[in-house]
């Protein structure tokens, strides 16, 4: 990187930091050997600090900069008032220990967050404890393992998968000791009927259904599906990260879901990227409702009112997380469905499918569409082109970056050759869909006329092309002096 870090930026003597004129008395250091010197931290004025951080800002690219279709990680624009509702000092200065009488308008909150995802997702009840989708899938399976338990059916450990399962679900299915097994997806890109039918039998625990798929289709039997694997004994995980095609119109638990987890920070416009804060709240239908981590808000209506109190589900698989969950994502999700409504939630749904559809039947006419179907909230190209056989999915990603576009998903799902996985969202206007077609277009053209225009892109952007096989493995994630690091010859 040849921008200057900050570390190199110091002199002796320069100080940002301007602490007024101490009034306590001074408190004495800990004991020498828990002291450290020689730390090589950077001395810096003011501007140098604002102007690093500016800088590294500027180097990044987010929702609020320009069109982020990551296809399975719903980047939509996250209106900014949720940030506002967010920090309402009322609600974010309470201590996690106060007793529940003094926190009574957080318990409120949460308590009708619990029931507007009820109603959306046709639940018995919800837990907002789980702190990402990964963890929300962790405690279905848990939920899942505890039932068959309870009912003396330890034997069923086999987690029905599909092959267009996000990597999440085996992983979080072998955490909880249960085994995953892949079942195939059929040449329209739903699960194979016919590879369900050898594990219909005792030591079927479930299936994990994600629907829409990951190619973004919905299911054509999905209540086949569900049916089927209850027949059998087994249970039905929703995994429903991405509920952006189906608020106010499917309620998953009507289509036979037994368990599912919502990912807030994608579906319910809370930021995220980077490694930030998420939400991934559990809801189950009356198979496994007791069983929910816990505790949930609970409600009482009284003479002087209602009331809310903590609430442990009668066969609660315990906690999954401390205190409120992530209380910051569960406010703006909450301000999020009460500024749409129930209207606003559906047409939100809708314009994300008439988006994804609309940029399908633009984009198919340049790039292959493997699965040939009216799709949900996204769909999946195959970045290959005819004319230019040197050009992979990679290289059409790499040059987005120099149209000022985030890139697709690429290389997901695993079952499309040369995935590109495109999900505009709603919040795209036509304008801007259109201006991302465009430039997918030229860049199929430019993979003709101009292929290495592609194998060299980035251009324009902070960083050139990276190792990725190196960036993985060998990641440098503290800064050491360059002098320190050319002597490793690094
Ligand atoms: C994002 C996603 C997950 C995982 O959610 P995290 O919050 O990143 O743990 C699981 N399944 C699907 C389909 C997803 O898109």
Same mark, same amino acid.
């Given at each position: 990187m040849s921008e200057p870090i900050i570390y190199e930026l110091g002199a002796p003597g320069r100080c940002a930091a301007h602490l007024p004129k101490l009034d306590v008395p001074p408190s004495p250091l800990p004991p020498a050997h828990l002291l450290r010197d020689g730390l090589d931290l950077p001395e810096v004025s003011e501007v140098d600090l604002v102007r690093h951080y500016v800088r590294l800002s500027q180097m990044n690219y987010g929702v609020d900069i320009g069109l982020y279709p990551l296809g399975s990680c719903t980047m939509k624009y996250n209106p900014k008032a949720n940030e506002e509702a967010a920090r309402i000092s009322d609600l974010h200065n309470v201590h996690p220990y106060q007793p529940e009488e003094s926190v009574q308008g957080n318990l409120a909150l949460m308590y009708a967050l619990q029931s507007a995802l009820a109603e959306l997702g046709g639940f018995q009840a919800v837990s907002l404890? !789980? %702190? %990402?989708g990964a963890h929300g899938e962790l405690s279905g399976i848990l939920m899942i393992r505890a039932y068959h338990r309870a009912r003396?059916? %330890?034997?069923?450990t086999v987690m029905l998968i599909p092959d267009s399962a996000h990597g999440t679900n085996p992983a979080s299915t072998s955490m909880v000791g249960l085994e995953a097994v892949e079942v195939s997806s059929d040449e329209r890109g739903n699960v194979d009927l016919s590879a369900l039918t050898p594990h219909l039998n005792q030591r079927l625990a479930g299936i994990m259904l994600t629907n829409p798929n990951t190619l973004g289709?919905?299911?054509?039997?999905v209540q086949e599906i569900c049916r089927r694997v209850h027949e059998a004994g087994g249970l039905v995980y929703g995994d429903g990260a991405n509920f952006n095609a189906l608020m106010g119109i499917v309620k998953p638990v009507q289509l036979g879901f037994d368990v599912m987890h919502l990912n807030l920070h994608k579906t319910f416009s809370t930021p995220h990227g980077g490694g930030g804060p998420g939400s991934g709240p559990v809801g189950a239908g009356p198979a496994l409702a007791d069983y929910l981590p816990g505790p949930l808000v609970a409600r009482d209506s009284g003479a002087e009112g209602e009331t809310y109190r903590w609430e442990i589900p009668a066969r609660s698989i315990g906690r999954v997380k401390s205190f409120y969950g992530h209380f910051g994502i569960i406010v703006r999700a909450y301000a999020y469905i009460c500024m749409l409504g129930a209207s606003g939630l559906r047409e939100s749904s809708e314009a994300a499918v008439l988006a994804a559809n609309y940029l399908q039947e633009r984009l198919r006419r340049t790039y292959p569409l493997p699965y040939p179907r009216t799709c949900m909230h996204e769909f999946v190209l195959e970045g290959r082109l005819q004319g230019a056989p040197g050009i992979r999915a990679l290289d059409i990603a790499k040059r987005l970056i120099d149209y000022g576009y985030h890139p697709p998903t690429n290389?997901? !799902?695993?079952?499309?050759?040369e995935a590109l996985m495109i999900e505009p969202t709603e919040t795209e206007s036509k304008r801007e869909l259109d201006a991302f077609a465009d430039a997918l277009e030229r860049i199929a053209q430019e993979a003709v006329d101009h292929p290495e225009w592609l194998h060299e892109a !980035?251009?324009? %952007? !902070?960083?050139?092309?990276?190792d990725e096989v190196r960036a993985a493995k060998d990641l440098v994630l503290c800064w050491e002096r360059r002098d320190s690091r050319d002597k490793d010859g690094q």
């Open positions: 404890q !789980p %702190a %990402a003396g059916d %330890a034997q069923r289709l919905f299911d054509e039997h290389y997901f !799902p695993l079952i499309v050759h !980035p251009t324009r %952007a !902070p960083l050139r092309r990276l």
